[in-house]
C-alpha cells in the first residue's frame, strides 16, 4: 500500500513539474514576444541612370529617366503622392507618376513632364508607410542634375552667304559682317577672344562679337585682305543660358577681290611700255656685275643662267629703243657679256650649262649628272645673240667686234656632237663627268623648235633634215589633231601643255607665217593660247581666282617648289608670264589679263623688276620671287605684239633663213 501511495505521489509531482515547466515556457515566450522590436523600413537603392543616389549627387541624369527605389519592405501603394516628392532647384513640386511592383518593395518615378535641362532636384520621402502600416519612413535630400541642353547654331550667315553649306565659301566681304543664329539665349560670358575668332594663317585677327539673346553678330575691326583664307572658330565652351552644351564650329571662307584700283590708271600703250621698262631692271639692274649674264632668280647670288641670259641680250634691244638706256649703255654690256662666254664661261663641244658662276664662268651643276653642254638652253641664248647681231652695226667699231665675237660664239658649237655617235636625234645634255647619262632625246612638241632650227641653220656643225623628221617631228608622231573647246590643236600634249611652248622658241623666231609639212605655226601658238585661255575660264576645278581676267598655265614657282602648270597639270597657280607673253596670239584676252593683274593686284604681285613669278588665291600664296625665263618673254613678246622688231631681226639672219629653207618651211 505504502509503495503504491509512493508512486502514485510521485506521477503526481511529475504532472505538476511538467505543467510548471510548460507554464514557464509559455510565460518566457510570452516575455520574448513582448519584448522583440518591430523591424525598421529601409531603402536598399535609389536608381537613376545606373547611378545610386545613396551615394551622392547624380548627374548627366536624360530629361525622362525614370528613378527606381528598392525598400526592404513592402510598402503602402495607397496615395504615395502625398509621401513621394520632387522638387526642382527652386523648390517647386514638379508632377510625378508613380508605381509599384515586386509586391510592393519597389517604386518607378516618371516625371509627367520632362526635367529641364542642366537642373538640379530632389527627392523626398514623408511619412511613408509600410504596407501593414506598422512603420513609416521619412527621407530628404535625394538629389540628382539633368543633362545640359543642346545649344544648337540654326544660321550662320554673311551678306547672304549661308557657312553652313558645304566646302570653302568664297567671295566674303571684306567689311566682315557674320550673324550667328542660335536655338537659345547665349551666355554671354563665355562668348570672349577664348571662344570666338577668327584666323588668318595661324594668326588670330581681331573682331568684335555683340549678343541679342540669341544673336551673335561677328565683325572685324579692320577690313580683311582680298582673296585670303580666314577660319572662323566658335568653340565648344560657348554655352547657351541654362548651360546649354554647344558642340563647336569652324568654317574655313575666303575673301572677295578688293575692286579698287591700286595704282593710277593710264593708257594700255602706257601700261605695256611701263610693264616692259620695270621687267627691264631684272636683267639690267639685277645682271650680275662681272659676266652682265642674268641670275637666276631673285637672290641666287652668282648662279646665272644661260636659256634667260639669251631672253636678257635680246632685252638689251627693247631696252635701247624704248628709250630705257642708251645705245652705248646696251653695247657696252653685251661687249662684256659675249667676253665673258668667250673666254671665262664653261663650254662643252661649244655649248654652254644650264647654270654658271656668274663671276669665275664655272659650271653649276643642274642635277646629280647635268654638269656639262645643256644644248636647249644654249640654243636660247644663240637665238638672242644672233638677233643682237643683226641689231647692231658693223660700221661702229665697238659693235662690229661684238658681232665678230657672236659669230665666233655661234660656230663653235657643234651641233653635230649632240646627235650622239650619228643618231637621227638631237640629245639635250652630254656631260665630260658623265657622258651621255642624262639620255634625254630632244623630241617635240615643246619649247624645243628653236634648237633644230639653229642646228640646221649652222654652217660648221649642221644637221640633216632627216635629224628634223625623225627626231625632233618623230616622222610625224609630235601630231596632235585633237580639239579642246572647240579649238583644233595641230600639235603637242593634250591642251597643249604649258604656255612656254608658245613662247621661248618664238622670241626671235617669227611664227606669223611660218609652215612646214606638220603645223601652220601660228596657228599651233594661237590655239594653244586660246585653249589655255579658255580651260582658266572654264575652271574645272573650281580654283580661286580663274577667270576671263585672270588665267595663264606655265612653269612656274608655287606654294609648293616649281612645276610646269598646264590644264593637265593645274594646280590652281596663276602665273602672270602665261597670259602676258601671249599677247601676240590672244591680244585681247591677254591686254585684259594685264589690266587686272596691274590694277587690281598689283599691290601683291607687281614689284621692283615687274610682275613676280605666280600666285596662287586658294592658297592664300603670292610668290616673292623673279625668274629670269619668265620675266624674258613678257619684254620681248610685248615688243613683239608692239612692233615685231626682234622677230624682224632674228629673221633677217642668212643662216636662220637657210636653216628653215632647209627643213621645209615656208615663211613669207
Not at 119 to 136: I, K, R, W
Not at 418 to 442: E, F, I, K, P, T
Not at 588 to 593: D, Y
Request: charged share 20%; glycine share 8%; net charge negative.
Amino acid at each position: 500500500m505504502r509503495d503504491f501511495i509512493d508512486s502514485n505521489m510521485n506521477l503526481q509531482l511529475l504532472r505538476l513539474s511538467f505543467f510548471v515547466l510548460l507554464i514557464g515556457m509559455i510565460v518566457v515566450t510570452g516575455c520574448n514576444e513582448e519584448e522583440q522590436p518591430s523591424q525598421s523600413l529601409e531603402i536598399n537603392s535609389i536608381q537613376v541612370q545606373n547611378q545610386d543616389l545613396l551615394d551622392g549627387l547624380a548627374t548627366g541624369v536624360e530629361l525622362n529617366a525614370p528613378i527606381i527605389i528598392s525598400f526592404n519592405l513592402p510598402i503602402s501603394s495607397t496615395d504615395l503622392s502625398s509621401s513621394i516628392t520632387i522638387k526642382d532647384q527652386d523648390g517647386q513640386n514638379i508632377g510625378i507618376e508613380i508605381n509599384t511592383f515586386n509586391q510592393n518593395k519597389n517604386i518607378s518615378i516618371y516625371p509627367s513632364e520632362n526635367y529641364q535641362h542642366y537642373s538640379t532636384y530632389t527627392l523626398t520621402f514623408t511619412n511613408l508607410p509600410s504596407e501593414d502600416g506598422s512603420v513609416e519612413f521619412s527621407a530628404t535630400d535625394f538629389s540628382f542634375q539633368t543633362i545640359a541642353g543642346s545649344l544648337v547654331m540654326e544660321s550662320i550667315i554673311s551678306d547672304g552667304n549661308d557657312l553652313t553649306k558645304s566646302g570653302t565659301q568664297k567671295d566674303i566681304s571684306l567689311n566682315l559682317d557674320i550673324q550667328v543664329r542660335f536655338s537659345a539665349g547665349l551666355d554671354e560670358q563665355t562668348i570672349n577672344s577664348d571662344n570666338v575668332f577668327l584666323k588668318w594663317k595661324g594668326i588670330k585677327i581681331p573682331i568684335n562679337t555683340a549678343i541679342r539673346e540669341n544673336l551673335l553678330t561677328i565683325t572685324a575691326k579692320e577690313p580683311l585682305k582680298y582673296w585670303n583664307e580666314y577660319e572662323l572658330v566658335l568653340d565648344s565652351a560657348i554655352k547657351g543660358i541654362g548651360a546649354y552644351a554647344f558642340g563647336g564650329f569652324q568654317k574655313a571662307f575666303i575673301t572677295e577681290l578688293d575692286s579698287s584700283y591700286k595704282f593710277e590708271e593710264i593708257s594700255d600703250d602706257a601700261l605695256l611700255t611701263k610693264i616692259q621698262e620695270q621687267t627691264f631692271k631684272y636683267f639690267w639692274d639685277y645682271g650680275h656685275p662681272t659676266s652682265g649674264l642674268s641670275r637666276e632668280r631673285l637672290n641666287s647670288g652668282e648662279t646665272v643662267t644661260i636659256g634667260g641670259s639669251g631672253f636678257g641680250v635680246m632685252s638689251i634691244i627693247v631696252g635701247i629703243e624704248r628709250g630705257f638706256i642708251s645705245r652705248e649703255e646696251g653695247v657696252n654690256r653685251w661687249l662684256k657679256i659675249v667676253n665673258f662666254l668667250q673666254t671665262k664661261a664653261d663650254r662643252f663641244h661649244g655649248v654652254w650649262p644650264h647654270w654658271l658662276n656668274g663671276e669665275t664662268g664655272a659650271t653649276r651643276p643642274f642635277s646629280t649628272y647635268d654638269d656639262g653642254g645643256d644644248l636647249v638652253e644654249s640654243a636660247f641664248m644663240l637665238q638672242g645673240l644672233l638677233t643682237v647681231r643683226q641689231y647692231l652695226d658693223d660700221q661702229n667699231t665697238k659693235e662690229a667686234e661684238i658681232i665678230s665675237k657672236i659669230n665666233e660664239l655661234w660656230n663653235e658649237v657643234e651641233w653635230d656632237w649632240y646627235q650622239q655617235n650619228g643618231q637621227n636625234v638631237l640629245y639635250w645634255h652630254w656631260s665630260a663627268n658623265h657622258d651621255w647619262q642624262m639620255n634625254m632625246r630632244v623630241t617635240g612638241w615643246n619649247e624645243s623648235l628653236i634648237v633644230y632650227l639653229l642646228a640646221a641653220s649652222s654652217t660648221t656643225h649642221t644637221i640633216d633634215k632627216a635629224v628634223y623628221t625623225n627626231g625632233w617631228a618623230r616622222n610625224g608622231g609630235m601630231a596632235n589633231g585633237n580639239s579642246y573647246y572647240d579649238i583644233e590643236l595641230p600639235l603637242g600634249y593634250s591642251y597643249g601643255g604649258p604656255l612656254f611652248f608658245t613662247h621661248y622658241s618664238f622670241l626671235g623666231l617669227d611664227p606669223r607665217n611660218l609652215s612646214d609639212q606638220y603645223a601652220n605655226y601660228w596657228t599651233q601658238n594661237v590655239n594653244h593660247s586660246k585653249i589655255n585661255y579658255s580651260y582658266c575660264v572654264d575652271n574645272p576645278k573650281n580654283y580661286l581666282g580663274y577667270s576671263s581676267a585672270c588665267w595663264g598655265l606655265t612653269a612656274s614657282d608655287n606654294y609648293q617648289g616649281y612645276s610646269a602648270h598646264s590644264p593637265t597639270n593645274d594646280l590652281g597657280v596663276i602665273t602672270p608670264t602665261a597670259a602676258i607673253s601671249s599677247i601676240p596670239y590672244t591680244p585681247e584676252e591677254s591686254m585684259k589679263a594685264i589690266r587686272f593683274f596691274y590694277y587690281l593686284m598689283g599691290d601683291r604681285i607687281f614689284g621692283d623688276y615687274g610682275f613676280k613669278d605666280a600666285f596662287a588665291p586658294k592658297e592664300g600664296w603670292y610668290a616673292s620671287s623673279y625668274l629670269a625665263i619668265d620675266q624674258g618673254p613678257i619684254i620681248l613678246m610685248i615688243e613683239n605684239y608692239r612692233t615685231g622688231l626682234l622677230w624682224d631681226l632674228f629673221m633677217l639672219a642668212p643662216e636662220v633663213q637657210n636653216g628653215l629653207d632647209k627643213l621645209g618651211f615656208t615663211y613669207e
